[in-house]
């Protein structure tokens, strides 16, 4: 990329980052306006339950779901057991409304980075920074789900890949739709768009649980995922003569 083209590359992104941050403002003055809508009582329900949920999701991503039981997350959160059995029937019903409520959250917001004004490539491209800086900041859950995936028992499932599965499938049709318009107006080689929507968020997946796995040997790093993306990891012939 020449000197010119980065500038406007990172300008342009820099335009985009400013839109996410107003619209993440307004966001934030409709929120303390419901808040303010909302009385006392209400106000306080909903925060004693985000202080359990927080204090649920630290002790399940350390010890696993199966190895927490309600005593532990009343003792950690400083509330009676009687207390968080008012909030949530078990801890598998604690675990539910975790995942929903962490996957709804990033379903938004990658949603949100598509819908940014911008060129398709520039969308993509926010799409994937936006992906590795909310997987970055949500290690934790990522570690949870990732390890009681496959070992959650099936009445814990229930609903769960339902409403799952809907929203992946929602972001990951926004995400086609960029990559066809990208093949329609030429930018990119002629391929299957819903293929190179499911590659980029297997990449970018892959490289990202690895990391969890292994943090030291694999970094976190969007530039990597798109570089491999566009480049197919084919190095240019005449890149390699100019160096």
């Excluded at 060129?119 to 859950?141: A, C, D, P, Q, S």
């Excluded at 890949?161 to 990208?182: G, H, P, R």
């Amino acid at each position: 990329m020449s000197g010119k083209n980065q500038f406007l590359y990172y300008t342009s992104l820099l335009t985009i980052a400013n839109e996410n941050a107003l619209l993440c403002h307004k966001m934030k003055n409709i929120s303390r306006f419901e808040k303010n809508k909302l009385s006392r009582k209400e106000r306080e329900y909903n925060r004693h339950r985000r202080e359990i949920l927080e204090v649920a999701l630290d002790l399940f991503s350390k010890k696993g779901l199966y190895a927490v039981t309600m005593v532990d997350i009343a003792k950690e959160s400083e509330f009676a057991v009687g207390t968080i059995y008012k909030f949530f029937k078990n801890k598998e019903d604690i675990y539910k409304v975790l995942v929903i409520e962490k996957v709804s959250e990033f379903h938004i917001l990658l949603n949100n980075a598509l819908a940014t004004k911008g060129t398709e490539i520039e969308k993509i491209n926010l799409w994937v920074k936006e992906k590795f800086r909310i997987f970055n900041i949500n290690k934790n859950f990522v570690k949870l789900y990732l390890a009681e995936a496959m070992g959650v028992d099936s009445n814990v499932k229930v609903g769960l890949k339902t409403e799952i599965k809907k929203m992946y499938e929602d972001m990951l049709n926004s995400l086609e739709q960029i990559f066809k318009q990208c093949v329609q107006k030429g930018i990119i080689i002629k391929e299957d768009p819903h293929i190179l929507a499911l590659t980029l968020d297997d990449i970018s997946n892959t490289l990202f649980f690895k990391h969890i796995e292994t943090p030291d040997k694999y970094k976190i790093n969007p530039e990597i995922v798109l570089n491999i993306f566009y480049n197919k990891i084919i190095m240019d012939k005449t890149d390699d003569e100019a160096v």
